[in-house]
C-alpha cells in the first residue's frame, strides 16, 4: 500500500532515496520488504524537491511503474536539495490512476504523501475540494486546509489522522510531509523507521542495512526540523 522516504540535513540528490541504495525506492517498488498490505508498488511515483530559485518545491509524478521511466535515473542524480520526498504507489482497489492520484500532493511549500487506505466518507467534511477522488487526495486537501489556517503542521495531521481513525477504525494513515525546512510523519497502521546520521532520513522501511535504523511505533507522531527530533504519541 505505497512506500515513501523523505530526507531533511545536508543536500543530497533524489537518487540517495531512489536509486543509489541497496532497498531505495526502486527495490521497494517491485520487492518491498515489509510491506504488509500488497505486493508490489506499481501505480505510479512521485517526488518533490526544493530549489533556491522557486518559492515551491519541484514536483514530478508519473503513472508509469518507477522501473519504466528511462528518464528519472538522469533526472533523480541531479535533482538536489536538503529536503527530499519521494514515493512509490500501490493504488488502493476502486481508486483511480492518475497523475492527480499520485503523491506527492502540494500545496504552496508542502509536499505530502499518504501510505496506506481510508473511506473517503471519513474526510470529505474535511475539506471543500481535493485534486482527485483518491481517498489520498481528500486526506492531503484536509491536511492543506489546516495548514492555510495557521495550524502548526505536525498539528494538522495529528487532527486529520484522529478524526479520520475515529470515522473508519479500519484506516491506514502513514502521512509524510515537509516544507523544505522540517518534516512531520505519522504512524497509524503501517511501518515507519527513522535513521539519524547528518541528518533525518524517515522511511516506510529502511533504506539499506546499516545500523541506526529505529522503527517508529504505531499511533505516533515523528517530527524533525534542524533542532532536533521528537516522536510523540497521537
Request: some cysteine; aromatic content about 6%; charged content about 20%.
Amino acid at each position: 500500500m505505497c512506500r515513501h522516504a523523505a530526507w531533511l540535513g545536508a543536500p543530497r540528490t533524489l537518487a540517495s532515496l531512489i536509486h543509489e541504495p541497496e532497498y531505495g525506492l526502486l527495490q521497494q517498488s517491485y520487492a518491498p520488504r515489509l510491506q504488509r498490505y500488497g505486493t508490489i508498488n506499481a501505480d505510479g511515483f512521485g517526488m518533490g524537491w526544493y530549489d533556491a530559485a522557486r518559492a515551491e518545491p519541484v514536483r514530478y509524478r508519473r503513472t508509469v511503474p518507477i522501473w519504466a521511466d528511462a528518464n528519472l535515473p538522469a533526472l533523480a542524480q541531479v535533482s538536489r536539495s536538503g529536503c527530499l520526498l519521494a514515493a512509490v504507489r500501490s493504488a488502493t482497489v476502486g481508486m483511480p490512476i492518475e497523475e492527480t492520484a499520485t503523491a506527492p500532493f502540494t500545496d504552496g511549500r508542502w509536499l505530502l504523501s499518504h501510505n496506506g487506505r481510508v473511506e473517503r466518507e471519513a474526510v470529505r467534511e474535511l475539506a471543500d475540494d481535493a485534486e482527485s477522488s483518491c481517498d489520498s487526495a481528500w486526506l492531503a486537501a484536509a491536511v492543506f486546509v489546516r495548514r492555510r489556517a495557521g495550524h502548526p503542521l505536525g498539528d494538522a495531521l495529528a487532527e486529520v489522522v484522529a478524526h479520520a481513525g475515529a470515522k473508519d477504525p479500519g484506516a491506514r494513515l502513514n502521512l509524510l510531509a515537509c516544507d523544505g525546512a522540517s518534516i512531520a510523519a505519522t504512524v497509524w497502521g503501517d511501518t515507519l523507521h527513522l535513521h539519524l546520521d547528518d541528518g533525518v532520513l524517515v522511511a516506510s522501511e529502511p533504506l539499506d542495512d546499516r545500523p541506526g535504523w529505529q522503527a517508529v511505533p504505531d499511533r505516533n507522531l515523528v517530527l524533525a526540523s534542524p533542532d532536533g527530533v521528537r516522536v510523540q504519541p497521537l
